[in-house]
């Protein structure tokens, strides 16, 4: 069907009906998986015809030249520029002098200018070949990047006449991305139906959230594993409360958060989409191999973090050497936490994962993906902006003077008292940290 529609090499909105239409009659039956709807994307995106560059009009020709040329001679410059850098050490004395989160973000930058060059000189050359659609996606990813970099120009300088150029390139490169390749509007909009209507077919029939046949328990998509994240830090975070208050200090009540914001400890979420991820094929199987797996996963990646955290910020929340086998890994992890993950995974995967599939399916499927997409956002910034002030922490007790704006907007609002206070089980020692 998809095949017969786009023969013509072109997709518009009634063909966009026709394929959305065949799909509610085939889901009807039985709803499309994941792979068959993939499927379509690929006979479609397969079957697009390009233009040959002598029918282009003549401003997208002359423009095609243009970006071949500039982008060339901005990937030459931009290669010498690096050479002579790192042949001289001028950017690595001046990354010495700030914060690694201002160095990250002015590499960050650096990088994303680069792409962007190579990427307009590939658009070029899509061009010339006459695929739109190729030049399009290209663009697309170059909107991206330069998304990326007025950010990153936002943190160093803030708001000023610096930003104006990458305004202005955004807003050129949206106008040639929509000029270039206009079925991709439909093209984009198949997808979205494709995704609503198994959404809808699922909701209806009870099946929103499982995997398909032989695929495992529950489907690893972005929506599942987010909100999985979402329930794990917090549950982890209440039992890691209790446990402190009942056993660790009794009575005593200490904020075991890890973001800036909100009741979350990332470990536990972290932890309990890896689980989700290795055991989602094995969900059924015996209890004994569940605990094992969980407690592999979940002491490794306590190692994990503990040495990241020390080596990156000098940064140590926890200590195990006094407990059983805690010396053998240097305090990172020890026997006891290992098993205690074990239990909480295998609670998770066996009793909690199908309670809470039908609690993250109380989202009503017309919203799932707006709400999904919003919590994220957020959360992406508290986990960006916890580590970037973890950073700055670490460097004002080191004894640097915040310098970027970036730095000052840390040391403001973001004080030594604040992150005290926020991360009680915390301490900073600047030595430990690879920076020192």
């Not at 910034?381 to 700055?392: E, G, H, I, R």
């Not at 007790?397 to 206070?421: L, T």
Request: a negative charge.
């Amino acid at each position: 069907m998809t095949r017969d529609v786009v023969a013509d090499g072109f997709l518009d909105e009634q063909d966009v009906e026709a394929i959305l239409a065949a799909a509610r009659e085939r889901s009807e039956e039985q709803p499309l998986t994941t792979k068959e709807r993939a499927e379509i994307m690929s006979i479609v995106r397969g079957s697009m015809k390009g233009l040959a560059f002598s029918k282009l009009p003549m401003p997208l020709r002359i423009l095609s030249i243009l970006l071949i040329v500039t982008g060339a001679l901005g990937i030459a410059s931009g290669v010498v520029t690096i050479l002579s850098i790192f042949d001289s050490n001028v950017l690595v004395e001046a990354l010495e002098k700030v914060t690694a989160t201002t160095a990250g973000v002015v590499v960050v930058a650096a990088i994303c200018s680069f792409v962007s060059t190579v990427l307009s000189f590939l658009v070029g050359l899509r061009l010339i070949k006459g695929k739109r659609g190729a030049a399009s996606a290209l663009i697309n990813v170059n909107i991206a990047l330069t998304m990326i970099s007025l950010v990153c120009q936002l943190m160093l300088y803030g708001i000023g006449p610096v930003l104006l150029f990458n305004f202005v390139q955004l807003a050129a490169q949206v106008a040639l991305s929509t000029y270039l390749n206009p079925s991709l509007i439909n093209e984009s909009n198949l997808q979205a139906g494709l995704r609503k209507l198994d959404t809808q077919v699922h909701a209806e029939q009870g099946t929103l959230g499982l995997a398909d046949p032989g695929e495992g328990y529950i489907r690893l998509d972005f929506f599942n594993l987010f909100w999985t994240f979402i329930v794990g830090s917090i549950v982890g975070l209440i039992v890691e409360i209790v446990f402190h208050m009942v056993v660790v200090e009794p009575g005593v009540y200490q904020d075991r958060a890890g973001l800036l914001w909100g009741p979350f400890s990332p470990i536990y979420g972290v932890g309990a989409v890896l689980m989700t991820i290795a055991l989602n094929r094995f969900k059924d199987r015996n209890i004994v191999f569940i605990f094992v797996i969980c407690t592999i996963i979940g002491g490794g990646f306590e190692y994990f973090v503990s040495w990241f955290m020390e080596v990156a910020f000098g940064a140590s929340a926890w200590d195990y050497s006094d407990q059983f086998l805690g010396d053998i890994f240097g305090g990172r992890t020890c026997l006891l936490f290992a098993s205690m993950f074990g239990v909480l995974g295998t609670v998770w995967i066996k009793l909690l994962l199908p309670v809470f599939l039908r609690v993250f399916n109380l989202i009503p499927w017309k919203w799932r993906y707006s709400v999904t997409l919003v919590c994220a956002s957020l959360m992406l910034v508290n986990c960006v902006m916890t580590l970037q002030a973890l950073d700055n922490w670490g460097a004002r007790m080191a004894g640097h003077v915040p310098e970027a704006g970036i730095e000052q907007f840390y040391a403001e609002n973001f004080d030594d008292n604040v992150m005290s206070k926020r991360f009680q089980s915390m301490t900073i020692d600047p030595d430990k940290s690879v920076r020192s």
